[in-house]
């Protein structure tokens, strides 16, 4: 039995694959593939960058050209600023300075005047004016003054008009200043003296009618009256006040005890016992009878009338002992005793009479105090009012005075600074008529446009990558499935006659497509997996990807070092391998696996040395049914003994199923990928199936990368991979772009 290919031992066993540095790149971003992308459409790049040099043309040559010239101004201010003033808080004073002669230049005022040095007519001047600028040059005193118009001339002589008004209306302004700050501040002064005058006047009348110098006194004297006339007041109040508490006992109190307590004086009852109603009058009426039975007090005739009445009373007892009720004697006798009874009701009503009178005058001496007492507060509040207006009206004419000595100082002041200059202004440069256009610059338009339509291309270019998904780079597999990258075809930049036309024993061997074979070859024989392999299975996700011209081309490469090779066509849809060796299709594969033929009877020799070619034979209705037959283990197994390399040229993974199981029958799986064009996607959908079923994947191949296109990513990137440089060397001449193998 025949060895299996695998890497020679004396070869140092190869590194994992780093998928940046194998691939001929610097770890991180690689700008050569942009340079590619760029290379790939620059068809769109080039449409971009003229569409904008056009319409950049057409807005030139509609523009109306438009002058600018420029006046510069010198700007000085000697201000008294502190020493120790930062240099910042400095050009923020000076800063806010420009800003505002930038103003003043672009007021009204001076506009106006500038015009009117022109001497143009309003229409005349709008017809040439396009704008106005004036700007503080950075970081110096210095104004510039630019003026765009339609004619150079106009554009000059406004700007130093401009300039010149700006002068004219400084110069105004300092000669102005000072005279107008005397001017203010006398009038200012005149004012205040004559409300000076004024206030002095209505003081003086204050003080003549009120007598102000004895205003003092006079609250003095008011305070006192005030004092003695509330004392009085109080006094006639609590006599009042016992008078009226001793009311009660006048009206409840037995005929003698209120003619005791009028004529004597009784004490009238406590107020707390006043207040206490029926109590206290019982209280006061018990007291006065009281001091009439010790004999403390005793009213007028009150003893005689009494000793009277006892007389007449035993005298009238002792009749009625002896006489009738009619008796005469009986009758005058009771009526001496009315009589003194009369008497002694007529004393108590003149008493009572003279209670209330003294009552009475009481009430009115109290009224007739209060009176008073509220007439000389009222005299003394009004000469607290006047006294506090006094006051008033000093403090006043104080003010005044102080303010006017403040004006009449700054009077001075402007007096003595007036001819000192704290500012200066002088033209540092007059504008000239410039001898080229503001607008429109062409070389600079033709710039800008050409460096929008470039960028414009370039997003376009990017943003169109970005959106396709097609393989176009190793690293693009390498990195998102992990798989060896092995090597890639070149497009073959020839005229397609036929299939043969792209195998190598039909190209010219030092061409690059036929150096890239034998790279491929070299790749697989270093073996990546590490595992030996005699049966090799190439493999497309997609038909049309190259993987029928690789299948040729890698059996032939084999050969010629020697190898006995047996290529299979088992894409029993649409083989065709039999077409690159100009062989007829005759029985083949689909025949071994019916059982109609042997492999002895299929086998086609070729005009390389040790290749052989068993082809599809005729195109079954079942390829997945026979595929899956014992014959096809058996077929298998026989040619591995026989050859030192089975080449199966498999059909699509994604287009037929009979694909994976040929991949699970094989010691290695090669993937075609047609560069440019295969979605990464349906790659990784290709990968997963057969991994599913597996297959030993080696690697991958790129087939039909334009090298041309990539330019020095190609060229310094892949090729230094394999250490070569492809040559170009056409036997036929270079075909249209475009034509590619399209076997398989």
Not at 32 to 38: A, G, W
Not at 151 to 165: G, Q, S
Not at 490 to 500: I, V
């Amino acid at each position: 039995m025949r060895e299996m290919i695998q890497r020679p031992d004396a070869m140092e066993a190869p590194r994992a694959l780093d998928p940046e540095n194998a691939l001929g790149g610097a770890k991180g971003v690689d700008v050569r593939k942009y340079f590619y992308m760029i290379a790939k459409r620059l068809w769109l790049l080039l449409l971009c960058f003229m569409t904008s040099i056009v319409i950049m043309l057409v807005m030139m040559a509609r523009q109306v050209p438009e002058y600018q010239a420029t006046a510069k101004l010198h700007l000085t201010r000697s201000v008294g600023l502190p020493a120790n003033l930062q240099q910042k808080d400095f050009e923020a004073i000076m800063g806010d300075y420009a800003q505002t002669q930038r103003s003043i230049i672009l007021s009204r005022e001076v506009m106006q005047r500038a015009r009117d040095k022109l001497g143009l007519t309003p229409q005349e001047f709008g017809e040439k004016y396009r704008e106005i600028s004036v700007n503080p040059v950075w970081q110096t005193a210095i104004l510039a003054i630019s003026v765009t118009g339609l004619d150079p001339a106009f554009a000059a002589d406004f700007a130093n008009a401009v300039a010149d008004a700006y002068m004219d209306y400084k110069a105004a302004e300092r000669t102005g200043s000072s005279q107008s700050t005397v001017d203010n501040l006398s009038r200012q002064a005149g004012d205040l003296a004559d409300k000076i005058a004024k206030m002095e006047e209505d003081l003086l009348a204050f003080v003549r009618q009120n007598s102000v110098v004895g205003i003092q006194e006079r609250g003095n004297v008011a305070a006192s009256l005030l004092a003695s006339l509330s004392k009085q007041s109080a006094e006639y109040r609590t006599q009042r006040m016992l008078l009226e508490a001793q009311q009660p006992l006048l009206t409840q109190a037995p005929d003698e005890v209120v003619l005791a307590t009028l004529e004597y004086g009784l004490p009238a009852p406590a107020p707390a016992a006043a207040a206490g109603g029926g109590r206290g009058e019982e209280t006061a009426s018990t007291e006065a009878e009281s001091l009439l039975e010790h004999g403390v007090v005793s009213p007028p005739h009150w003893d005689s009338l009494k000793r009277e009445n006892a007389f007449l009373e035993a005298q009238l007892l002792a009749y009625r002992k002896k006489y009738k009720d009619e008796h005469p004697l009986i009758q005058e006798t009771q009526q001496k005793l009315r009589q003194n009874e009369d008497a002694l009701k007529v004393e108590i009503q003149f008493a009572l009479k003279q209670y209330y009178s003294q009552l009475e005058a009481l009430n009115i001496k109290e009224k007739a105090a209060r009176q008073v007492e509220q007439e000389w507060e009222e005299q003394a509040l009004e000469i607290d009012r006047k006294q506090k207006e006094y006051e008033g009206l000093q403090r006043n004419l104080a003010r005044l005075q102080g303010l006017y000595d403040l004006i009449f100082n700054r009077l001075q002041e402007v007096d003595i600074s007036a001819g000192i200059q704290t500012e200066s202004v002088r033209i540092l440069e007059r504008a000239v008529a410039p001898g080229a256009p503001l607008k429109p610059r062409n070389l600079q338009s033709l710039f800008l446009a050409a460096l929008i339509g470039l960028a414009i291309g370039i997003g376009l270019i990017f943003a169109l990558e970005f959106m396709d998904d097609s393989i176009r780079f190793p690293e693009d597999v390498v990195r998102s499935l992990g798989m060896p990258f092995l090597g890639l075809v070149p497009t073959a930049h020839w005229k397609q006659a036929d299939d043969a036309s792209y195998w190598l024993g039909n190209v010219d061997p030092s061409s690059g497509f036929a150096e890239a074979y034998r790279n491929i070859r070299s790749a697989l024989l270093l073996n990546p997996s590490g595992k030996p392999f005699r049966t090799l299975a190439v493999i497309s996700a997609v038909p049309k990807e190259g993987k029928t011209t690789t299948s040729a081309n890698l059996a032939t490469s084999f050969a010629q070092t020697g190898h006995k090779v047996l290529l299979v066509d088992a894409d029993l849809h649409r083989g065709g391998a039999h077409r690159f060796f100009g062989l007829q299709a005759g029985r083949g594969l689909s025949e071994i696996l019916t059982g109609r033929a042997t492999m002895d009877q299929v086998v086609q020799r070729t005009a390389v040395a040790g290749l052989d070619v068993v082809g599809t034979g005729a195109f079954p209705e079942n390829p997945a049914e026979l595929v899956l037959r014992r014959e096809m283990k058996e077929f298998m197994s026989l040619a591995a003994e026989r050859y030192d390399l089975v080449v199966l040229d498999a059909p699509p993974t994604l287009a037929v199923s009979e694909s994976a199981v040929i991949a699970s029958l094989v010691d290695g799986v090669l993937l075609v990928i047609w560069g440019g064009r295969t979605s990464r996607k349906l790659v990784a959908a290709s990968v997963r199936q057969l991994l599913a079923r597996g297959a030993n994947l080696l690697g991958f191949v790129i087939n039909n990368l334009d090298l041309a296109r990539m330019g020095t990513y190609g060229a310094s990137g892949y090729y230094h991979y394999y250490g070569y440089d492809y040559r170009y060397e056409e036997d036929v001449g270079p075909a249209p772009a475009g034509t590619t193998p399209s076997a398989g």
